[in-house]
């Protein structure tokens, strides 16, 4: 096994040009690399490496949840590394039935279960969000990081005033949200166009808060909630916002909720689209899907113009914003280790050391992934319009477009 386990470290370090180590359950230790190692990686027993062989990275990543393996040293390098050396897309083919039967298990084609998966990730209760997202807004969603931004809270700002602009929201007007999450883009795009708006969100607990900071601010007579499955709104709107909802669609969906967001907005409306997309088609992490976002599917670029088309929708323009995703990520990840003593104490049964491994891989994975100058995820931002878009209602130039 010894021999095996240096062969793979071996393959990994030319990949990766990262040095690092590995320490095995009888306290020999392999070393990878030049200079001091960036990381080690700690097996706590003989299961743990046998897991690493039989499922690859998932099992190597479930051992780390479970204490069996831990880290020492630079979580961010690990994840950058395994990233360089190609390790999650050399999937075994256990563990693609097993991704494929979870995805069939949790698929959103029923409106129950599409609520059942979102309040999974999202219900985890206000407190929880407040300790680590940007105040007072709570956009859990990719920020906006144009040169001379220097915050989380300036970058969210950036992101919902660079949406404003795009879709030319403006005082008069109404629009909806869907998957408005805590209403950060409903309060800030009011304040800044005057516009108003209502947001869908399937997670009673979101819904709840929000209805509530909603009577505080007395915005009752401007901003509205509902919750419902976006199947279930048949309302029209001036503008359509739909800010980090399309990968929680499902595969078999797909179709169906970029139909609905043609349907919510009015002829000669204009509509936004900010997803995470692959460029390619790739299939959904299994880690994703089973530990973070149940249900979750990301589609391809391609995938979703199609459906577009289909359902007469214009694309008007595309953005690609994979290098912000990875500062926005890098910035959650850096508030929830800092805060972690705090997030714990407010619920140690559910928020316990097995939580804060999942989550900081997730983070810490994620903002490795937007980073790598190989990876094939990135985050879209699409400008629709309904019908043909003339220059009386969209400028002829992008000043206006790229200018903030």
């Not at 062969?7 to 990949?15: A, F, P, Q, T």
């Not at 300790?131 to 992101?159: H, I």
């Not at 609905?260 to 002829?267: E, G, M, S, Y």
């Amino acid at each position: 096994m010894l021999f095996s386990i240096k062969g793979i470290v071996d393959s990994l370090g030319e990949r990766a040009d990262i040095p690092f180590g590995i320490a095995l359950p009888d306290g020999s230790r392999l070393r990878n690399g030049d200079g001091e190692p960036r990381f080690t990686l700690v097996f706590r027993s003989d299961a743990a490496l046998l897991g690493g062989f039989a499922r690859g990275h998932i099992g190597l990543l479930e051992a780390y949840f479970d204490g069996s393996i831990d880290v020492e040293g630079d979580l961010r390098a690990l994840f950058a590394a395994g990233l360089a050396s190609d390790i999650s897309r050399r999937v075994r083919p256990a563990v693609k039935v097993e991704n494929d039967l979870l995805e069939w298990r949790r698929s959103n084609r029923s409106p129950a279960q599409a609520k059942a998966n979102a309040r999974a990730h999202y219900g985890l209760g206000e407190p929880f969000y407040r300790l680590w997202l940007d105040e007072p807004l709570k956009m859990y969603t990719c920020g906006y990081w144009p040169e001379g931004t220097f915050s989380l809270e300036q970058a969210q700002r950036n992101k919902i005033d660079h949406v404003c602009r795009k879709i030319r929201l403006s005082r008069g007007e109404r629009f909806v949200d869907i998957g408005c999450g805590f209403g950060g883009f409903m309060f800030r795009a009011h304040e800044t166009t005057g516009a108003t708006g209502v947001g869908v969100n399937t997670t009673t607990e979101q819904v709840d808060w929000l209805r509530g900071e909603i009577a505080r601010r007395g915005l009752k007579e401007q901003l509205a909630v509902r919750e419902a499955d976006f199947r279930e709104v048949d309302a029209q709107f001036d503008k359509v916002v739909s800010i980090g909802v399309l990968e929680h669609a499902g595969r078999d969906q797909l179709a169906e909720v970029v139909r609905a967001h043609a349907a919510f907005l009015k002829p000669g409306g204009l509509g936004m689209l900010h997803f995470i997309g692959h460029v390619g088609r790739y299939d959904t992490e299994l880690f994703i899907r089973k530990h973070v976002f149940p249900g979750g599917w990301i589609p391809s670029l391609a995938d979703v113009i199609v459906e577009m088309e289909r359902s007469g929708l214009e694309v008007i323009d595309v953005e690609n914003l994979r290098r912000h995703y990875a500062l926005t990520l890098d910035a959650w990840a850096e508030r929830f280790e800092r805060n972690w003593d705090a997030i714990r104490a407010l619920d140690p049964a559910r928020f316990d050391e097995r939580f804060r491994r999942i989550w900081l891989t997730y983070l810490i994975g994620c903002a490795e992934m937007f980073r790598s100058p190989s990876g094939y995820t990135h985050l879209f931002q699409i400008v629709f319009g309904k019908g043909n878009v003339t220059p009386a209602n969209y400028p002829m130039g992008r000043g206006f477009l790229y200018g903030g």
